[in-house]
């Protein structure tokens, strides 16, 4: 188990999660050093956005195609495009956002009357691609071989290593409508929407259909033993809730602290999943409390997690400053938001029996069930790393709260 405690009023819940299932570590120790930088970081995915391929702006996404040129030869890579479009919350139409999905109610208002994206890359959507499927530099007269391709200008993305600016990997996107060929698919994503589960050939995750937090975690052979190692994601937090007409103190008074389990619930079920993943699964949750009968919808916050072949982030939170929340509330009442105490949890199930934990203070505490004297301080503000590695496999985690 592993878990820290933040007293401290704060103005802006914010978490930030990146979640490395670290299916390859052992790989890039034991390899030496890579001579190529899609050898070396192959582990890495790039996410940019549109703005900075301009080249292709407002061209039909089916058009672009991704090659690596390596060993005098072209290839065509995985790649992805996850389109956003901006519009409104159903709950409040005066936030606005961008959307990575369509909200279904789009279709059915005048102002907006839209039920997709336009299949156009502009600048808010994003392509995504791995640093392992990226090439060497090609020149001006090495081209793919695709007539149509020639009518249009291509555009070369160059990856430096941050720490030798001499170390580069490169890609190169092509417009046309005759390549034909599928796009490569080595990841194997994939998706179960029943059990909410997102998987691939590396590892496999389910998540809390009430919740919305994580439930197991498989690492999956020959990076782990396929088994499930994860018991519960916990979450628990005191303080105050003023809404003005009445307040809610939550941990104090006698009164419990709020939890996962019975204060945390997804608002009416709104779940999105990338409908077709290639190197990437984005998944986005609308998040809302409850405290006994009294549901606070106005306070849901979106959760965005997004799921790359070795790892993944999780995002999300609500802006607690006052004003903010009158906007929110559409109340001239002030509406106050203490948090006194945030304290979040992995619990690790039996399975993981034989791994070590590892963080800033502590190194190579033995996971076993028995209760050990550890260090337990966390430093404020919270950006904090955990390690938990064994034959089970290897998973590091990064937090941030804001």
């Known amino acids: ?36 930088l899609y050898e070396e970081r192959q582990y890495e995915p790039i996410v940019l956005s549109g703005f900075t391929l301009s080249k292709f702006y407002d061209v039909p996404i089916d058009e672009i195609y991704m090659y690596a040129y390596r060993d005098s030869s072209w290839s065509l890579i995985p790649f992805q495009i996850d389109e956003k479009t901006y519009g409104p919350d159903s ?67 160059e990856v430096t290593d941050p720490f030798d600016e001499n170390r580069k990997a490169y890609g190169y996107l092509y417009r046309s409508s005759s390549i034909g060929e599928d796009i490569p698919r080595p990841y194997d994503f994939r998706i179960n929407l029943a059990d909410h589960i997102v998987e691939n050939n590396r590892y496999s995750i389910r998540i809390s259909q009430q919740t919305g937090l994580i439930e197991d975690v ?38 419990p602290a709020a939890n996962e389990r019975d204060n945390l619930y997804i608002y009416q079920h709104t779940i999105h999943y990338t409908a077709d993943p290639v190197v990437r699964v984005v998944r986005e949750v609308k998040q809302s409390m409850r405290f006994g009968n009294y549901p606070l919808d106005q306070l849901s916050f979106y959760v965005v997690t997004k799921f790359y072949p070795c790892n993944g982030t999780l995002e999300g939170g609500a802006d607690l400053d006052p004003n903010k929340l009158k906007d929110l509330f559409g109340t001239e009442e002030d509406i106050i938001i203490q948090l006194d105490l945030l304290r979040e949890s992995w619990d690790f199930n039996a399975a993981t029996s034989g791994m070590k934990f590892y963080n800033r203070y502590n190194n190579g505490v033995s996971i076993d069930g028995v209760l050990d004297e550890v260090v337990k301080t966390i430093d404020v503000p919270i950006k904090e790393w955990f390690l938990t590695t064994g034959n089970q496999g290897t998973m590091f985690t990064q937090i941030e709260f804001q």
């Open 1 to 36: 188990r592993k878990g820290f405690v933040m007293k401290t009023n704060v103005t802006t819940f914010h978490i930030l999660y990146v979640l490395f299932l670290v299916v390859c570590f052992s790989f890039i120790f034991s390899s030496g050093y890579a001579q190529e």
């Open 91 to 157: 709950m409040n139409t005066r936030i606005k956002r961008w959307w990575y999905f369509i909200p279904e109610w789009w279709a059915n208002v005048d102002s907006i009357g839209i039920n997709s994206h336009d299949g156009l890359l502009t600048g808010h959507d994003e392509l995504v691609f791995m640093i392992a499927d990226l090439g060497d530099k090609a020149s001006a007269s090495d081209w793919i071989d695709n007539d149509e391709s020639k009518n249009y200008q291509r555009l070369e993305i």
């Open 218 to 255: 498989v690492i999956k052979p020959p990076y782990g033993s396929g088994v499930d190692i994860f018991d519960t994601q916990k979450l628990r937090f005191a303080g105050l809730l003023n809404f003005g007409q009445f307040t809610i103190p939550i941990g104090k008074g006698g009164n």
